[in-house]
């Protein structure tokens, strides 16, 4: 029961990455340090609601 999830930069606001998880298992958000290729650094990524 895996759904897809994206993940939304805090700085910039868009939507650079997607993933994977099993919300049966880990039901809170997941926040992320991802590279943001607009801001060109890495920033904190995270989960997005639907």
Same mark, same amino acid.
């Given at each position: 029961? @895996?759904? !897809? !999830?994206? /993940?939304? *930069?805090?700085? *910039?606001?868009?939507?650079? &990455?997607?993933?994977?998880?099993?919300?049966?298992?880990? #039901?809170? @958000?997941?926040?992320?340090?991802? &590279? *943001? @290729? /607009?801001? =060109?650094?890495?920033? #904190?990524? =995270?989960?997005? =609601? =639907?």
């Amino acid at each position: 029961m @895996r759904e !897809i !999830i994206h /993940f939304q *930069c805090t700085v *910039c606001q868009r939507i650079n &990455y997607s993933g994977m998880k099993d919300k049966k298992q880990k #039901p809170e @958000r997941i926040e992320l340090s991802k &590279y *943001c @290729r /607009f801001d =060109k650094k890495h920033t #904190p990524h =995270k989960e997005m =609601k =639907k």
